[in-house]
Structure formats: C-alpha cells, structure tokens
C-alpha cells in the first residue's frame, strides 16, 4: 500500500519524553507516512527529533501554548501536500501496524472522511480507553467502552459519532470544509465538537478496531479530575450544544441540556471543585453570543438532515448520568 499523502501531526506541550516514545513508534510502523509535523506549543527544551528517520519530520514553533485545537489546525494547514491528516497525542503509542490499519480502512470505506483508532489504557493493555466519541443528546459525550475489559468489547467496525483525537485519521479537505478545531476550545471537547460539524456537513466517522494505540490518557494536562481538564470540558460542552445542535432538537433537549449542567454543578461542588466549575459555567454563558454567531454560519451550511445528524446520538434520561458523569470524574 502507498503512503496516499498521509501526514502524521503530534502536538506537543512539555512532553518530550512522551513525543520522544511517538516518535519511536511512529519510526516502527509498518506504513511510514509521507512526512511527520511536530506542532510544538512553546516548549522549551529541546525535542527529541532525531527519534524518526523514516522521512521528512518538520516542527511549527507556535508562540507560546496556544492549545491543542490552534496547533493541529496550523499543521493541517502545513499538510497542503497529503490527502489525509493522522492525528496522534504523545501520550497515544500506535501499535507498529497502526497507521497502515487506518489507511486500509480508507480503502474500503470510500465515503467515510474521520476514522478512530481502539484506544487501550497505557497503564492496563487489558481495559479500554475507549472505541470512538460517543455523544448524547443532553450535550454530553463519553469514549464508548472506556474503563471496560478489553476482551468483552472487541469493537466494532462500524460508524461512531467521533473519533477520538487522540488518535484519528481525517480527510484534509473535509477538515478545512468544517473549518478545523473550534480555537476558542483550547483543548477538550474539541474532537467531538469537529465530529459533530464534519456530520453536519453530511460527512461520517467510523472506528476501525484493528488499529491500536495505547493511551495514557491526561498526561500532560493531570487528568480528567485536574481543574484545567474540568474549566475546559465543562465549557465547552456548553458551546458544543449551542453551536452545532440542529433545530428542532435544540430546544426539544435543551431540558435534558440544562439538568445535566445543574448536575455536573452539584456534583463538582460535592467534590470539592466548586470554584471550577461555577467559573466554567460562567465563562461557558459569557462566551454564548459568540457561539450563537458562529451557529448562525454553521446551520446555514447544514448539508445533512436534522434527523439523520440525531440518529447518530445516544438517548435516554439516564444514560448521561451513568456515563457522561462517570467519564469527566474518572469514576
């Protein structure tokens, strides 16, 4: 199989021991891409560059950390040569058969632009990291299987809602079509608002569960319990929901959409974030007349159906209780 003008993009904030790990596996994998892009968020130390050989590696210094979802989209703009973009953390190592696993996906499933890898804990190969974005109609969204015995859930190749970004697979041109990652994420959320987007646009994702990464999971950011990894997801799941949910289930779920944010308050406060998640909240309304612009753009290019884009989420009053919760305190 050719190298189909694949680039592979790592962004790096502070985890030169972990891109130096990456960039090993990357130099194992039985696919080498067309070139490696480095988009590092002002670190500053030395990067461990000469770990690949296999090709043309290349580094965007960006000025300072300005957050995951700038980064990758300066690289995706680096890439203007390769068809597809393959999105891998430091944290995330590939199996040696990764990149060439996706890419073979890519071949038998012409009409799908996103595919996810199955990601394993990094600490326990035996549990899941999750088999793709799962999102629900509330505005939460979890990793499908995650925390769950790898054995009992082999994944599935079929479609998902998003992938992870973690590690991911994009066809370039619909990534600059849906306009990259949401810059004012940051980080987090990130990859499922951009999923939610591309299937607007009537694009789709799909998990390819023979390509594998192991996930650390939070290990440049302290974990989904850390404040930073709480302000940011319960942000931007707010501005995920206002920008991207298309009528009439906006405000057919805006109930649901509003208990599970009174929840994630009562829940944050009971352990002892309440400062974090009152700010999060705060800053996720302070930012709404923006988002409402930007929804604006977004509904009026809407290429798929109101229906089709639902038939794509969970439901259930429960389920994001059980899981949505469950997947932003690591319980």
């Known amino acids: 199989m050719s190298q189909r003008g694949v680039a592979v993009v790592i962004v790096n904030w502070h985890a030169e021991a972990l891109l130096e790990a990456a960039l090993s596996a990357l130099e194992r994998q039985t696919l080498a891409p067309r070139r490696v892009i480095v988009a590092d968020n002002g670190s500053d130390t030395e990067l461990p560059l000469a ?17 995951f979802a700038a980064a990758n989209n300066r690289a995706v703009q680096e890439a203007a040569d390769c068809e597809w973009i393959a999105l891998l953390n430091p944290d995330a190592i590939p199996q040696d058969d990764w990149l060439e696993r996706l890419l073979e996906a890519t071949c038998r499933h012409p009409e799908i632009s996103a595919f996810g ?34 054995s009992d859930h082999p994944g599935h190749d079929g479609e998902i809602f998003a992938p992870c970004a973690a590690a991911a ?4 041109d619909a990534l600059l079509e849906a306009g990259g990652f949401d810059e004012d994420f940051f980080c987090y959320f990130e990859d499922v608002d951009l999923g939610f987007r591309l299937r607007l646009l009537g694009h ?38 206002f920008k991207n949910m298309p009528w009439p289930y906006f405000l057919l779920y805006l109930p649901q959409h509003l208990m599970f944010n009174l929840a ?23 930012g709404l007349p923006r988002m ?12 798929a159906s109101a229906r089709a884009v639902r038939a794509a989420m969970c439901a259930g009053w429960l389920a994001p209780y059980r899981r949505g919760l469950e997947a932003m305190t690591g319980e």
């Open 169 to 172: 697979l994009y066809r370039r």
């Open 204 to 241: 789709r994702s799909r998990l390819v569960p023979e390509a594998v990464v192991y996930h650390l999971g939070g290990a440049t950011s302290g974990g989904r319990k850390s404040d930073f990894s709480v302000y940011h997801g319960q942000r931007n799941l707010v501005w995920s929901y």
């Open 51 to 67: 770990r690949y050989t296999r090709g043309p590696l290349s580094v965007i210094r960006m000025p300072g950390n300005k957050g």
């Open 117 to 150: 890898s199955r990601q394993l804990m990094g600490a326990d190969h035996s549990r899941l990291d999750g088999l793709g974005d799962v999102y629900h109609v509330s505005g939460a969204a979890w990793r499908d299987g995650h925390g769950g015995p790898a």
């Open 292 to 303: 409402l612009g930007k929804r604006r753009l977004i509904q009026a290019h809407r290429r």
């Open 264 to 286: 994630s308050v009562l829940l944050f406060i009971l352990r002892g974030q309440g400062g974090v998640i009152l700010r999060a909240k705060w800053s996720a309304l302070r």
